[in-house]
């Protein structure tokens, strides 16, 4: 009798002893899968793979919030914080590269004959403000658009975090309010210059030539050659698509969808991107590229002998039209009595 007690003290024992150990053990270790952060990938991955998406339970109205992850999602984070960083940077850089090795080669490309001191009218003070306003609007878009792209990499451990958030917060607001003079401007212009933009064939024989700036040609034009004639195009097209894809982030799900904002997102910025760096060409060419050029749309006129060799067929018309004396011309400075 006395060893069957003995035994069943041992059994009862033994039993609060491992009754002890039990309830004193992390709760982690009674559920591995919530504190296993491989379990829960599995766990998280399964959902996707089954569901397409993760999705909870919230409070606020918004139920697309309650969306934490869907497969597109991811590839368009993966395009947002890798693929767009590369094709902006080789295209913007690639540009600024190839634009310094042809400066180097080729150097201005000078009034081959000289200045003639006489000018003649080429855009008037509206055109003028036209361009510079969208101009303006423009290189404020770019680098406040291409803060989002590329800010937090390049300047947050620069800056610090509290500064970046700042600047951002005010590039942020220029980019959405400069947005409307923008897109006044682009279709002002789209309506302005339209019918000196329709190509022809004169365009071909200009492009057969290098447009006088590859080599020393200097092929006819009429106002605007095949060159002008491409960005004339390209701030209209590549205007009315980031304004377009830009108006969708603005004003989100407004008859839109996630998926419809990705798309816009990756049209926005491709755009964006690729604009920037064919307008560095056009800013290029217009300044240190090509003498005489940058007094068209700064004083809005130029010299004749400018004309002659860059639009030799407008200046014919301009000749017929208001005759090669008449008050469109103007001397470069009154001569001193
Ligand atoms: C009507 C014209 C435009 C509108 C309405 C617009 C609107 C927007 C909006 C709403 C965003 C998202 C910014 C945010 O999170 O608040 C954005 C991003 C961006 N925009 Fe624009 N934008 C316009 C023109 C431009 C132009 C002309 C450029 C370039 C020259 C540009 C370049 C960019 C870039 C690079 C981004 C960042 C893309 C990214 O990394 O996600 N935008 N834009």
Request: neutral net charge.
């Amino acid at each position: 009798m006395a060893k069957v007690f003995a035994h069943m003290r041992l059994i009862a024992g033994a039993l609060a002893l491992a009754f002890i150990v039990a309830t004193a053990m992390p709760a982690a270790a009674q559920q591995p899968n919530s504190v296993n952060p491989a379990g829960a990938v599995v766990k998280e991955q399964q959902l996707l793979d089954q569901l397409k998406k993760i999705e909870g339970r919230g409070t606020i109205p918004d139920t697309k919030s309650y969306v934490i992850e869907h497969p597109a999602g991811r590839d368009w984070r993966e395009f947002r914080t890798v693929t767009l960083r590369w094709i902006g940077g080789i295209a913007i850089l690639g540009a600024l590269a190839v634009l310094i090795i042809f400066y180097l080669v080729r150097g201005m490309v000078k009034i081959e004959s000289g200045r003639s001191g006489r000018n003649i009218v080429r855009f008037n003070m509206f055109e003028r403000f036209v361009h510079w306003m969208t101009a303006t609007c423009f290189i404020i878009l770019a680098i406040s658009g291409l803060n989002i792209t590329f800010g937090r990499p390049l300047f947050v451990s620069a800056f610090g975090s509290e500064a970046f958030t700042t600047w951002s917060e005010w590039a942020r607001y220029a980019h959405h309010y400069l947005s409307f003079p923008f897109t006044i401007g682009v279709i002002i212009i789209f309506l302005m210059w339209i019918a000196g933009n329709i190509p022809n064939r004169v365009d071909i024989e200009w492009l057969k030539h290098g447009g006088g700036i590859v080599g020393h040609d200097h092929p006819p034009a009429y106002r605007f050659n095949a060159g002008q004639k491409a960005i004339y195009w390209i701030v209209v097209l590549g205007g009315g698509a980031v304004a377009v894809s830009g108006y969708v982030l603005m004003f989100p799900f407004y008859g839109t969808d996630i998926s419809t904002m990705e798309s816009a997102q990756v049209v926005h910025a491709v755009v964006a991107v690729l604009f920037i760096a064919v307008m560095l060409g056009h800013i290029y060419i217009g300044t240190i590229g090509m003498e005489g050029a940058f007094e068209a749309m700064g004083e809005g006129t130029v010299d004749v002998n400018w004309a002659k060799e860059h639009h030799s067929l407008w200046l014919e018309e301009e000749n017929a039209r208001v005759g090669p004396n008449e008050s469109k011309r103007q001397p470069m400075a009154t001569p001193a009595e």
